[in-house]
């Protein structure tokens, strides 16, 4: 994504090797930038940013408990409760998605 490229000058990892081309350096997976002198054009993009939620849509929870799992055990687990509807996980798994 073009928001992880943002990385000021001085803090770039070089990503590539002299003489890089900016499709090349792409295509391995960095950011390609020669607008500043004496840094690394080619350098490593900021790590994705994600978060877990737990999903909205009950038909695609994946169970993380077992029946009758009371609200507190499923969520020393580290996992979501809801218990609604019937016949699906009421305790059951977070979703990372990136912001």
Avoid: L, M
């Avoid at 000058?9 to 997976?29: H, M, V």
């Avoid at 790590?47 to 609200?71: A, L, M, S």
């Avoid at 809801?82 to 009421?90: I, L």
Wanted: net charge positive; aromatic share 10%; proline share 12%.
């Amino acid at each position: 994504a073009k928001c992880q490229c943002k990385v000021v000058p001085k803090q770039r990892t070089n990503c590539g090797y002299p003489g890089i081309s900016a499709a090349e350096c792409k295509k391995i997976g960095c950011c390609f930038n020669a607008s500043v002198p004496s840094v690394p054009w080619c350098y490593n993009p900021k790590p994705k940013k994600v978060r877990k939620v737990c999903p909205n849509d009950p038909y695609t929870r994946i169970n993380c408990g077992h029946p009758g799992i009371k609200p507190r055990d499923c969520i020393r687990k580290g996992c979501c409760f809801r218990a609604h509807p019937a016949g699906v996980p009421w305790c059951f798994y977070h979703r990372t998605v990136e912001e």
